[in-house]
Structure formats: C-alpha cells, structure tokens
C-alpha cells in the first residue's frame, strides 16, 4: 500500500464498494433487460389486435357481416307482432 499512500482497511473497502455498485449494475442492467422484453411482447400484441380489429371493420364495411343495431332501435317482439 505504500504505493497509494492509502491503508489495507481503506483499500478494502473501496473494492467492496466497486463490487458492490458492479452487482447493482448488473442488476439494473436485467431489469431493463426484462422490461425491454415485456415492452416487445406487448407492442407485438398490440399490433396484432390491431391488425385484427383492422380486418374486422374492413369486413364489416364490405357488407359482409350485418351491423348490430343500437339497442333503441331494435323493435320488440311485441310490437312486430300488434303494428
């Protein structure tokens, strides 16, 4: 130690310390790592149903699928019956 001027014991523990920040780096590193993942997974989803959804308003628009009728509008049993 008579290089740095420094004590064992100050030396030591400034290791401890540079392992220390090394293992939190890694960890956060991980972490990114794993929410980068999470992110794709759930883009590639999303675009997925929107691809989907896309197909199903352009099918619907094509006349193929008959549009569902607002819940005023559908006339009862009843009154098809008794005009």
Excluded: N, Y
């Excluded at 992110?39 to 619907?60: F, I, P, Y």
């Excluded at 006349?63 to 019956?81: C, H, I, K, M």
């Amino acid at each position: 130690m008579a290089r740095t001027g420094m004590p064992a014991g100050e030396v030591e523990a400034l290791r401890l310390l540079v392992v220390a920040k090394d293992e939190a780096l890694r960890d956060l590193r991980a972490r990114v790592d794993a929410i980068e993942a999470r992110l794709d997974a759930s883009e590639a989803e999303r675009r997925q149903l929107s691809e989907r959804l896309t197909g199903l308003l352009l099918h619907r628009q094509a006349g193929s699928v008959p549009a569902v009728q607002p819940a005023a509008a559908r006339v009862s049993w009843w009154r098809r019956w008794f005009r």
